[in-house]
């Protein structure tokens, strides 16, 4: 049995994901992409997310008080109606789909969380929300490949989903040589305290 170190920071970001049927449904729409644009540097499915707050490179030790403080407001929130929509890109260089949905909850949802990750003392750059699922980032060589991507994603439109749990993702950074992997550290599930206040309400006669 080998026991592995903490590494001495991570990357972390809190996030929400779509559900699997979800993800496989863009990735059929995606194939044609994947075929015609192979210099793409395309996402592992399995790393799709919707961040909420990106807080960069940070010491692991930070993790544990941020796991505590995040589940309280993360119990208040309730589960959001989401879905896939369309394609878009930033400056011809990084590919995405959009969100579609319960939008103003989704930027209360983000606002709690970042709230939770100041009031930690963490710092981090606080970038206005704009929902979207990345997909692909271009070559500095590769100018066209992603507007055409997205253009071709104009279309899609997926089924909607509930997304009723929010995640604390980190990244290997530490470890060594290697391309970088995300895992889940920390995982809630919304509406917790939302639902047992419905339940606990007393029904009328």
Known sequence: MHDHPEPPTRRLFVALAPPDDAKDEL????????????????????????????????????????QAALAGPVASCPALRLGLRGGGHFDERLLWSGIDGDLEGLHRLAAAVREVVTSCGIGFRDRPLRPHLTLARARRDDPDSVPRAAAGLSGFVGRPWRAERLHLVGSNIGRGPGPIRYRDIAAWRLGVAVRARAEDAPTEP
């Open 27 to 66: 990735a059929r729409a995606l194939q044609p992409a994947y075929a015609g644009y192979p210099r793409l540097r395309w996402n592992r499915i399995e790393d799709w997310h919707i961040t909420l707050a990106f807080l960069g490179e940070q010491p692991s030790a930070v993790v544990p008080p941020l």
